[in-house]
């Protein structure tokens, strides 16, 4: 089996990478600037990786050309950007929309011939497309629900074809920043989510080799929050 992670040296997606190789996924990852930790991760799971900016369809299209037969496509490539909206300057509001709405789009567009039947595309969301989040994010939240909603769509369209497209909305990330200085963000979190932690990568990744393997599984998506939302 064939996988392609597109962001594959975030967090989310280095746990993506690692867990689909466990699991006898043959896998590939894009990533955009930082070639550094694309080479150490490369090195360390023997992956081939690419340079694409998501943003740019001669770039997307090229992956694809080179990147074929695909049982998995995993879309985690997004960026966050925390701000109020009358303080939110349009070139940081063009670029997070870009990335989580164009690259997103880009990727689903080029990718269809090098899918195999009965593959599987999953994007990964937030929870924050169905919750107000946690103040200046209206953008953010916006293009996220955007990806929930070209999900279910997308995976309507595609059924014909035989490929699944399915999305996971992780809530708050665990990492390492969070603890610095009581972050009152993790401390909100924690006290509304009903099991009071935050979600581990490895939650995400166990999350998309369920979707990958489950062949009932079509346009939805699945809230991996520790509970945030019925809090």
Do not use: W
């Not at 996988?3 to 990852?29: M, P």
């Not at 799971?45 to 049982?71: A, G, H």
């Not at 953010?140 to 909603?149: L, M, N, Q, R, T």
Request: aromatic content about 8%; overall charge negative; glycine content about 6%.
């Amino acid at each position: 089996m064939r996988a392609l992670v597109v962001g594959g040296t975030s967090n989310i997606g280095q746990a993506v990478v690692k867990d689909l190789l466990n699991n006898g996924y043959n896998v590939d990852f894009t990533y955009t600037n930082n070639d550094e930790k694309a080479h150490l991760l490369s090195k360390e799971t023997n992956c081939s990786c690419y340079k694409v900016d998501i943003r740019k369809q001669d770039q997307v299209e090229s992956l694809f050309n080179k990147v074929v037969n695909l049982d998995l496509l995993v879309l985690v490539s997004g960026i966050f950007s925390l701000s109020y909206q009358q303080d939110l300057e349009l070139s940081e509001f063009t670029n997070l929309i870009d990335i989580n709405i164009k690259g997103t789009f880009l990727c689903a567009k080029h990718c269809v011939n090098s899918m195999r039947e009965n593959s599987s595309i999953v994007t990964i969301a937030s929870m924050n497309a169905f919750h107000p989040g946690f103040g200046q994010t209206a953008h953010y939240d916006a293009s996220k629900g955007f990806v929930v909603s070209y999900t279910k769509s997308l995976a309507a369209e595609l059924a014909p074809k035989k490929i699944r497209v399915n999305s996971i909305a992780p809530g708050l990330i665990e990492s390492e920043y969070l603890h610095d200085k009581n972050n009152p963000v993790l401390d909100m979190f924690v006290e509304r989510a009903v099991l009071k932690k935050t979600v581990k990568v490895e939650d995400v990744s166990n999350t998309v080799l369920f979707l990958a393997s489950n062949q009932a599984i079509d346009g939805t998506c699945i809230v991996v929050d520790c509970g945030y939302l019925i809090g």
